[in-house]
């Protein structure tokens, strides 16, 4: 008998992926954890896909009515020096099975919410080009054996535009938003460097194609010591993240603005002070319910609404990406 399934693609670490089977309930979830490939049947043919789970559930590719690309990274990527060419070989080989069955549900309407490889059409700067027109831009600069454009006085951060861990293979640590002085800084490294905002709150937006989300966290008391909150994993808790009140023309503005960038899903971050809120980014696929665990503010359960295979599907159109994906 045909089933009715949400499929998750996804890591066997990924906490939210838990917390949606926990609401959704795991007969309607199918989850496909990538770096445990290695415990999983797959098959993919002229007339579908099937996928068996370690515990021996298994699922054709009719059976699945949405699909949510989540986060199908796998921990061993991190640690290369530890897997031979054999292994590398059949993670790549795998990966790319597993893009194109993403291509397939993608190309059969299946993809709600989260748009897979978002990143490779919509990074940082097409991000911040577009969201000049909605919002205060702080100014910055890719550099690299490049002339400075701040002035000398200008506060000035740097920051990560991939996250990538650096140093020793048993000592890797994450490039978090660090204040710098310029002069500082070497001509011969890559910089991403942007004008620093003395802001009273962190303010982050959770858009979930037709709603939005806004929640605040005070930053005043540590602002004089880090520029990043995610530094301060001992000094703060869920709860100083708090519903935000959003103004109507920023509530516009963030509505706009993901419609111009053809995303039904995204974690947009703001500073606020004084002078108003100064976009920073939105993450395609970012984290978000560590805002709302319990369900309390709503988020929960519109992103729920959205994914479970009992309600109508919005997909992705798949030919706006494809469209995206052609161009050179």
């Not at 937006?205 to 989300?213: E, G, H, P, Q, S």
């Not at 709860?239 to 111009?260: A, C, Q, R, T, Y």
Request: charged content about 30%.
């Amino acid at each position: 008998m045909k089933k009715h399934i949400l499929l998750i693609i996804t890591n066997s670490y990924d906490t939210t992926a838990d917390l949606l089977v926990y609401r959704l309930g795991s007969d309607k979830v199918f989850r496909f954890n990538y770096d445990t490939w290695h415990d999983y049947h797959l098959d993919i043919t002229a007339q579908g896909f099937s996928i068996e789970d370690p515990i021996g559930r298994r699922i054709e590719s009719a059976d699945v009515v949405k699909a949510l690309w989540r986060k199908p990274w796998s921990r061993r990527t991190h640690r290369p020096a530890s897997r031979t060419a054999e292994d590398r070989y059949y993670d790549a080989e795998m990966l790319y099975a597993l893009r194109e069955m993403v291509n397939l549900l993608w190309l059969d309407g299946k993809i709600v919410l989260v748009e897979p490889f978002a990143e490779l059409h919509a990074g940082k700067f097409i991000q911040m080009r577009l969201a000049a027109d909605y919002f205060q831009v702080p100014p910055y600069q890719f550099r690299r054996n490049a002339q400075s454009i701040f002035r000398t006085a200008d506060e000035l951060v740097v920051k990560s535009l991939t996250m990538e861990p650096v140093g020793d293979e048993d000592a890797r640590e994450l490039l978090f938003t660090t204040r710098v002085v310029d002069s500082s800084l070497s001509a011969d490294c890559p910089w991403m460097v942007q004008r620093y905002v003395r802001a009273q709150k962190d303010v982050t937006v959770a858009f979930v194609r037709d709603r939005l989300f806004a929640f605040e966290f005070d930053r005043r008391e540590f602002v004089d010591r880090v520029a990043d909150w995610r530094e301060l994993p001992s000094d703060w808790k869920q709860d100083d993240w708090i519903p935000h009140p959003l103004p109507d023309e920023v509530s516009s503005g963030v509505f706009g603005f993901m419609k111009k960038m053809g995303l039904h899903f995204g974690r947009l971050d703001f500073l606020w002070g004084t002078d108003g809120y100064h976009f920073l980014e939105v993450n395609t696929n970012g984290e978000w319910a560590w805002l709302d665990t319990e369900g309390r503010f709503g988020l929960l359960q519109k992103v729920m609404d959205e994914i479970s295979p009992d309600t109508a599907v919005h997909a992705i159109p798949f030919l706006r990406f494809h469209a995206a994906g052609q161009k050179k």
